[in-house]
């Protein structure tokens, strides 16, 4: 199977360096992607927005034959469900990396803009859950590795028109929550709780993880990928 592999805010394709070996060895093809304006200046990227991210995805799935399974870290949940909804009789399956399928016309979040563009805010701007099982090593290495968003990504809403991304089957790969604690909080999120309750086939696995499980614990990320694949 050909896997599309779309990493979060500010990572390259090489955030999946750790993972890709795996999914080789079990006989998948991986597909990581730096999406377009990472790490480019304003104005250079000020053009660019969430919907060219989608576009570039797009472009990755028309370039295959036959059908893919997309994985989105973070925010590239949103990316991967705009993809899904653009070429849904294309994708067996979407992967979600610690984040949720977004709802029609909903962005990623709110992040500093500096000088035209979104720089990586620092480890100490998430919550602890999120980075504690990442040690001072790899954040440094990490932090170091990260590049500039163009500004209009974290916030563009996404473009969702085809009711039928709602049939593609959702694994939801989530860091510290399980099924119930899960889908507890997510029904107090409004319209992201009626997006996930729209589709047909979705599952929900723990990882026992922080938010960057392709750094702290790439093995486990590469089989519980494996395993949505091969369902």
Do not use: C, K, Y
Request: glycine share 10%.
């Amino acid at each position: 199977m050909d896997i599309i592999l779309v990493p979060g805010l500010w990572l390259d394709s090489s955030s999946w360096e750790a993972v890709t070996p795996a999914l080789t060895r079990a006989g998948h093809t991986a597909h990581p992607l730096t999406l377009p304006g990472l790490g480019v200046p304003a104005p250079a990227s000020e053009s660019i927005g969430i919907a060219d991210w989608v576009d570039a995805v797009v472009a990755e799935i028309d370039a295959l034959e036959g059908d893919v399974v997309l994985v989105g870290h973070s925010g590239g949940g949103n990316v991967v469900w705009g993809a899904a909804d653009a070429r849904p009789n294309r994708v067996a399956r979407v992967v979600f990396v610690d984040a949720v399928p977004p709802p029609p016309g909903r962005g990623i979040s709110e992040f500093d803009v500096v000088d035209g563009v979104v720089p990586f805010p620092g480890w100490d701007s998430f919550d602890a859950p999120d980075v504690a099982d990442l040690d001072a090593a790899t954040r440094e290495t990490w932090a170091a590795r990260t590049g500039s968003v163009p500004a209009r990504v974290p916030t563009d809403p996404i473009h969702l028109g085809d009711e039928r991304r709602r049939t593609v089957p959702v694994t939801i790969l989530s860091g510290n929550a399980n099924e119930e604690e899960f889908r507890a909080e997510l029904a107090n999120w409004g319209p992201w709780a009626d997006e996930f309750e729209a589709i047909e086939d979705a599952e929900i696995i723990r990882l026992g993880s922080g938010h960057w499980p392709q750094f702290s614990q790439p093995d486990a990320l590469a089989r519980a990928i494996i395993a949505a694949v091969e369902r």
